[in-house]
């Protein structure tokens, strides 16, 4: 869960009033009537919840939902429709496939997979063995000059 | 095996549905049916202009169908991935633009008179695009919960999972979001229709 904020973080948290603030909107919002509970409110709440609550009538009256033009929900219903017919093919999801594979294929892949990356890693290790070969060459062959120089 | 008529795709739930929509169109079409109304409107709230929602949200779309193969629900349920989908668009948007677009009031105004019926309307136009005004003056997280709670009716624990937040937690800022929505326009200034028995506002059915 997201935390607040410094400047949103409640100061005196009146859980009572939220609570009866919450029931009222949802109130509003079903058209159910609604039984207040104002006097379970300390009396200094029960003004500002009074006030709060024309509030939210008035919101409720106010942010009416409007309605899309019907020619626009239609025609993003076909375009949707449209889009799905031609991207079906090109989306098929690769777990999906994997996961229809028959078991012997599977096997085949996974030895395949293995066979495959055993080959790399024995590549790579040459490659490496070689340049260690030659590295510990030149350091013998720098080791005999300096013993040379210091006989001459 | 029988293919499903649009009637029984749309009584499937949704983890259901994207199961199926990984192999077949007609059960993405039937997310799309029953979520691009609620994507349009958050969309729409977020941007002010009919035609930034449209090219929004058939983005959305696009993307959740080029990516839904690779949706794993994970605590995520679809619609919240969908509006985190719209958010990061939304967001995007609004990040190339340098100043924060205000919903035109005639435009605003026509919606709403699309969307409701005269008699359940009870606000002035002056208030309504004073209201509408202030609330797109709130930060980001605010304008997101108010649309979210209000334009597409959605539950503090859905509104939890979609702002990645605790339902206490959207509860609460709920709360601070109505306190500073109040000091930004001046206070209770206007009295409500009382209940005689209890003094407080009725509550109502709005729409």
Redo the contacts between chains.
């Keep these: ?2 935390h ?1 904020s410094q400047d ?1 973080t ?1 100061k005196a ?2 859980t009572a ?3 009866l ?2 029931a ?8 159910a ?2 039984e ?1 509970s ?1 006097p379970s409110l300390a009396p200094a709440d029960q003004a500002a919840a ?20 019907p020619a ?2 239609a025609r ?2 076909a ?3 449209a ?3 031609t ?1 079906a093919p090109a ?1 098929v ?1 690769l777990m999906l496939r994997w996961r229809n594979l028959p078991q012997r294929y599977k096997v085949a892949a996974r030895i395949g997979g293995l066979t495959l990356t055993a080959g790399l890693a024995l590549l790579a290790s040459r490659r490496v063995l070689e340049a260690l070969t030659r590295f510990q060459r030149r350091e013998r062959t720098e080791d005999a000059d300096l013993s040379l120089n210091a006989a001459g | 095996m029988t293919v499903p008529n649009a009637e029984e795709w749309a009584a499937l739930e949704d983890a259901t549905l994207v199961e199926q929509a990984r192999t077949d169109q007609a059960a993405f079409g039937a997310l799309y049916e029953r979520y691009v109304q609620k994507v349009y409107n958050y969309i729409y709230y977020r941007t002010g202009s009919h035609e930034d929602a449209e090219d929004l949200t058939a983005r959305v779309f696009h993307r959740a169908m080029a990516h839904i193969k690779g949706y794993v629900e994970r605590g995520v349920p679809f619609q919240a991935w969908l509006y985190r989908i719209a958010h990061n668009l939304v967001a995007n948007w609004h990040r190339d633009r340098s100043r924060h677009k205000v919903v035109p009031l005639d435009e605003y105004v026509a919606a709403r008179l699309r969307s409701e019926a005269p008699e359940s309307s009870a606000e002035s136009q002056d208030e309504i695009e004073r209201l509408t005004q202030a609330v797109r003056a709130l930060p980001e997280e605010r304008q997101q919960l108010l649309i979210l709670k209000f334009v597409d009716r959605l539950s503090n624990q859905e509104i939890g999972v979609i702002m990645d937040r605790s339902e206490g937690a959207i509860k609460s800022l709920y709360h601070r979001t109505l306190l500073a929505l109040r000091e930004m326009l001046g206070g209770g200034e206007e009295q409500p229709e009382a209940d005689e028995s209890t003094g407080m506002p009725r509550s109502e059915k709005r729409r």
């Excluded at chain 1, 009222?24 to 079903?30: F, H, M, N, V």
């Design positions: 869960m997201r607040f949103e409640p948290p009146n009033l939220e609570d603030l919450a009222q909107a949802d109130a509003l919002i079903s058209g009537p609604f207040d104002l009074h006030s709060l609550m024309l509030l939210a009538n008035r919101l409720s009256a106010g942010l009416a939902p409007v309605t899309p033009d626009f929900v993003l219903h375009e949707l429709a889009q799905a017919s991207a989306n999801d």
